[in-house]
C-alpha cells in the first residue's frame, strides 16, 4: 500500500522568503506523485504532478517539486512567497494516475507581510 | 477552465434524517466521480468510485447502504447520507474525471455536514 507523510501542519513565511513543504512517500511501485492546493471555500487545484518523466517537476504559479527516489520524498518548493500563496497543501500519491488517491494530512502555508 | 460544482456547502441536519449533496461536472463529461470524506486535522480519504450508469464501487469500511450514490449522467453524481448521525459529521469533497485523451481530474469545494 501506498501513503504519503507531510512533515509539518503548519509552515509559516514571510512574503518574499522561498517556501518548503516536505513530503515523503511510501510506494511499493513507481508512484504518481501530486501536489494540490486548497483555497478557503473552493475546490482543490492541482499544482503540478509527477509521473515517472522528469524528476524536477514544474507547476503552476512558481512551484516546483523534486523527486528523489533515494529519499523517497517529494517536496514542494517556490523561490518567493506571494500572499496568495496562503492555503492547504496536499501532497498526494497513487498507483494508477488520477484512480485511487492517497492524501496527506495537508500542511496549512500562512505567509505574512 | 473545467469547473466541478458541489452543493451545498454547507449543511446542518437532525440526526435520523437523510441528507443529499450533489456534484456536478459544468463544461465536461465526468465518466468517473469520486467521493471523499475529511474528518477534522485528518487527510481525504477515498470512500467511492462512481462510474456513469453503473454501481459505485465501495472502499472497505463504508457503509453502501448508509452512503448511497448515484451517478445517473455523465454530469451529475450525488451522495446522500441516509439516517445521518453525529458520526457522520465531516467534510465531503467529489471529484470528477475526465478530458478525454487529456485526463484531468477536477474537484468539488466541499460540503461540511454537520449532524444534530
Known amino acids: 500500500a501506498q501513503s504519503v507523510t507531510q512533515l509539518d501542519s503548519h509552515v509559516s513565511v514571510s512574503e518574499g522568503t522561498p517556501v518548503l513543504l516536505r513530503c515523503n512517500y511510501s510506494?511499493?511501485?513507481?508512484?504518481?506523485l501530486f501536489w494540490y492546493v486548497q483555497h478557503p471555500n473552493k475546490g482543490l487545484q492541482l499544482l503540478l504532478k509527477?509521473?515517472?518523466?522528469?524528476?524536477l517537476v514544474k507547476g503552476i504559479n512558481g512551484f516546483e517539486a523534486e523527486f528523489k527516489k533515494s529519499e523517497t520524498s517529494f517536496h514542494l518548493t517556490k523561490p518567493s512567497a506571494h500572499m496568495s500563496d496562503a492555503a492547504e497543501y496536499f501532497c498526494?500519491?497513487?498507483?494508477?494516475?488520477?484512480?485511487?488517491?492517497?492524501f496527506g494530512t495537508g500542511t496549512r502555508l500562512l505567509v505574512s507581510p | 477552465g473545467a469547473v466541478v460544482s458541489q452543493h451545498p456547502s454547507w449543511v446542518i441536519c437532525k440526526s435520523g434524517t437523510s441528507v443529499k449533496i450533489e456534484c456536478r461536472s459544468l463544461?465536461?463529461?465526468?465518466?468517473?466521480m469520486f467521493w471523499y470524506r475529511q474528518f477534522p486535522k485528518q487527510s481525504l480519504m477515498l470512500m467511492a468510485t462512481?462510474?456513469?450508469?453503473?454501481?459505485?464501487?465501495?472502499e472497505q469500511g463504508v457503509e453502501k447502504d448508509k452512503f448511497l450514490i448515484n451517478h445517473a449522467s455523465l454530469t451529475l453524481s450525488t451522495l446522500t447520507v441516509t439516517s445521518a448521525h453525529p458520526e457522520d459529521s465531516s467534510f465531503y469533497i467529489c471529484?470528477?474525471?475526465?478530458?478525454?485523451?487529456?485526463?484531468?481530474?477536477?474537484f468539488g469545494s466541499g460540503t461540511q455536514l454537520s449532524v444534530l
Open positions: 509527477y509521473t515517472s518523466a522528469a524528476t
Open positions: 462512481s462510474n456513469e450508469g453503473s454501481k459505485a464501487t465501495y
Open positions: 463544461d465536461f463529461q465526468a465518466t468517473t
Open positions: 498526494v500519491v497513487s498507483l494508477t494516475g488520477f484512480q485511487k488517491l492517497v
Open positions: 471529484s470528477a474525471r475526465g478530458g478525454g485523451a487529456n485526463e484531468k481530474l477536477f
Open positions: 510506494s511499493s511501485y513507481s508512484p504518481s
